[in-house]
């Protein structure tokens, strides 16, 4: 069973440009989350979509935005870059939560953005 | 506010020497607690989910534990090769999701 994809694996841009990074989900979930990884630091929960809509997001200004199509596959996309947001995105998926539990996330590889 | 913190923030062991990491958290309404293993640049790979106390869970040298207010990951008799950074999630009230940041665990031949 194919696990939760990212694209691209690598990316430069320099500051004040615009990115859009993708995610496709293991097959029969519908819950897609991003999370940001700065160097040295933790995972820092961006947003939750399911079911194609947005259920949470976390602490980030709105210049991080994305979305989730009807194949519950997901973009990330920032706009005006800065230098920190040089960090490994991570995407991961999960079947959508039922009877008051979690479910487990599956993270992909990431996708690691250097902002010059 | 929900807070996940892990301790040690390092930890380095000789190998065969057992110890236990630990997830301390203040979550309302706990439901779930994950376990994850993270090589340097690399995504999260998944271990353990917890949902109750007293839970507990194990694979191969690893083995989870939940109580009310904390989580322990045990490693016993660990080999280089479970050289990682060991990272717990808490998922609390609905649609909360916090990450704790982690235990580097260093193993030593």
């Known amino acids: 069973e194919a696990g939760v994809t990212q694209s691209p694996t690598h990316l430069i841009k320099t500051r004040g440009q615009q990115v859009t990074l993708r995610c496709s989900p293991i097959s029969g979930h519908t819950s897609v989350y991003w999370y940001q990884q700065a160097l040295g630091l933790g995972l820092q929960f961006l947003l939750w979509?399911?079911?194609?809509?947005?259920?949470n997001r976390g602490n980030f200004p709105p210049r991080f935005s994305g979305r989730q199509f009807p194949n519950y596959s997901s973009e990330l996309n920032v706009n005006a870059l800065e230098l920190e947001d040089s960090a490994l995105y991570l995407c991961?998926?999960?079947?959508?939560?039922?009877?008051?539990?979690?479910?487990?996330?599956?993270f992909g590889p990431g996708t690691r953005l250097l902002v010059l | 506010e929900d807070q996940v913190t892990q301790s040690p923030e390092a930890l380095r062991l000789q190998e065969g020497e057992s110890s236990s990491l630990n997830c301390s958290y203040t979550?309302?309404?706990?439901?779930?607690l994950f376990w994850y293993r993270q090589d340097p640049g690399k995504g999260p790979e998944f271990l353990f989910t917890?949902?109750?106390a007293g839970e507990e869970k194990e694979k191969e040298r690893l083995k989870a534990t939940l109580t009310k207010k904390e989580s322990f990951l045990h490693i016993t008799a660990p080999k280089p090769e479970d050289s990682a950074t060991y990272l717990c999630?808490?998922?609390?009230?609905?649609?909360?999701?916090?990450f704790g940041t982690g235990t580097k665990l260093q193993v030593i031949p």
């Open positions: 979509y399911d079911e194609g809509e947005e259920r």
């Open positions: 999630l808490n998922s609390g009230g609905y649609q909360k999701v916090t």
């Open positions: 991961a998926s999960s079947w959508g939560g039922s009877g008051g539990r979690s479910e487990t996330q599956y």
């Open positions: 979550v309302s309404g706990l439901r779930g």
């Open positions: 917890l949902y109750s």
